[in-house]
């Protein structure tokens, strides 16, 4: 099994940063895709990037593209989201997950692992 812990959020006022963090144990890391997805109070889980076992490729969803990045350092067994410029629309509880395989996903159901989540709160 595969266990994921993210770390990193918190209270931050609109316009500024926060770096979410995800440890992963289990498996080698360098063998399966992962990805951020998040889930506000009354709304639908939503994906937010994801990125290539080896970190060469990425994908992100529209409403952050230019304001967040994903990457990965598999020697230290970590997923990072980097996240500027945030909006009280980013409030939300963020989950990291492993994908089956390599390449980049874009759906939940291409995750078959996911870590408990981190809340991150941007106010006014």
């Known amino acids: 099994q595969v266990q994921l812990v993210e770390s990193g959020g918190g209270l931050v006022q609109a316009g500024g940063s926060l770096r979410l963090s995800c440890a992963a144990s289990g498996r080698t890391f360098s063998n399966y895709a992962m990805g951020w997805f998040r889930q506000a109070p009354g709304k639908e889980h939503e994906f937010v990037a994801t990125?290539?076992?080896?970190?060469?490729?990425?994908y992100y969803a529209t409403s952050v593209k230019g304001r967040f990045t994903i990457s990965r350092d598999n020697a230290k067994n970590t997923l990072y989201l980097q996240m500027n410029s945030l909006k009280p629309e980013d409030t939300a509880v963020y989950y990291c997950a492993a994908a089956i395989g390599l390449a980049t996903q874009r759906t939940s159901n291409k995750y078959s692992y996911w870590g408990q989540g981190t809340q991150v709160t941007v106010s006014s």
């Open positions: 990125i290539s076992g080896s970190g060469i490729r990425t």
